[in-house]
C-alpha cells in the first residue's frame, strides 16, 4: 500500500495559493482515479483506492503545513506504511512554475511541511514530488500564501498532469525512473 500525500493548508481562504499546490495535485489524482476523498481521521481528509493495481491513500493533512508530520506519522503507524511507499507532492520556491523535480530523500530545504515530516518520521528518506511555484520577488510568506495569476494557473494544469504520470511511474517502484523522466519537466514548453 501506498502512501500520496499534499501538502497544503485548510480552509477555503488558503484554496488556489501556491502553499496548497499539494493539495490541488492530490485532489486531481483522486478526481483521475473516482478515488473519494471524504474521511476524516489521522488529522486529515483521506480516501483509499486503486491506482493501476496499486492500493493507495490519497491524504490532506488538515494540520496546518508546519504540523504536516503528525497527520502522516499516524496513517504511517496504522497501516504499517514504509517510508518507501510514502510520496509526499509539495511547492517548491527554487523552482519556477511550471517545473518539477522529484527526490528520493534530502533535507527539508527550509520547507516546514517537509521539515515537519522528517521530525515525525525520524528520516528524510522518503519521496517526493516537488512542484514550483516561482520564486517571491518580495515577502516570502505573502508569496506562498498568494494566488497565481491567469497564465501561472495555465501552466499548472499542464503541471498537475505530469504529477500524476509521475506519480505513477513512483507506485511502479520506480522513483529512479520517474526522476529520469519528469526531472527535466518544464509545463512552459509543452504543446
Do not use: Q, W
Request: glycine share 12%.
Amino acid at each position: 500500500m501506498f502512501l500520496i500525500v499534499g501538502l497544503g493548508n485548510p480552509g477555503s481562504e488558503y484554496n488556489g495559493t501556491r502553499h496548497n499546490i499539494g493539495f490541488e495535485a492530490v485532489d486531481y489524482i483522486a478526481d483521475k482515479y473516482n478515488i473519494e476523498l471524504n474521511r476524516i481521521k489521522f488529522k486529515g481528509i483521506f480516501g483509499e483506492g486503486l491506482i493501476n493495481g496499486k492500493k493507495v491513500i490519497l491524504l490532506k493533512p488538515t494540520t496546518y503545513m508546519n504540523l504536516s508530520g503528525e497527520s502522516i506519522r499516524e496513517v504511517v503507524n496504522f497501516y504499517k506504511i514504509s517510508n518507501e511507499e510514502i510520496i509526499v507532492i509539495y511547492d517548491d520556491i527554487s523552482l519556477d512554475v511550471g517545473r518539477l523535480r522529484i527526490r528520493e530523500k534530502g533535507s527539508h530545504g527550509g520547507h516546514n511541511g517537509i521539515k515537519s515530516i522528517i521530525a515525525n518520521l525520524g528520516t528524510d528518506v522518503f519521496p517526493r514530488v516537488k512542484i514550483g511555484v516561482g520564486a517571491p520577488k518580495g515577502n516570502l510568506v505573502s508569496h506562498v500564501l498568494g494566488k497565481f495569476n491567469e497564465e501561472e494557473i495555465n501552466v499548472l494544469r499542464k503541471t498537475l498532469i505530469a504529477t500524476e504520470e509521475a506519480v505513477n511511474v513512483m507506485l511502479k517502484n520506480d522513483v529512479k525512473d520517474a526522476m529520469n523522466k519528469f526531472n527535466g519537466f518544464n509545463a512552459c514548453n509543452e504543446g
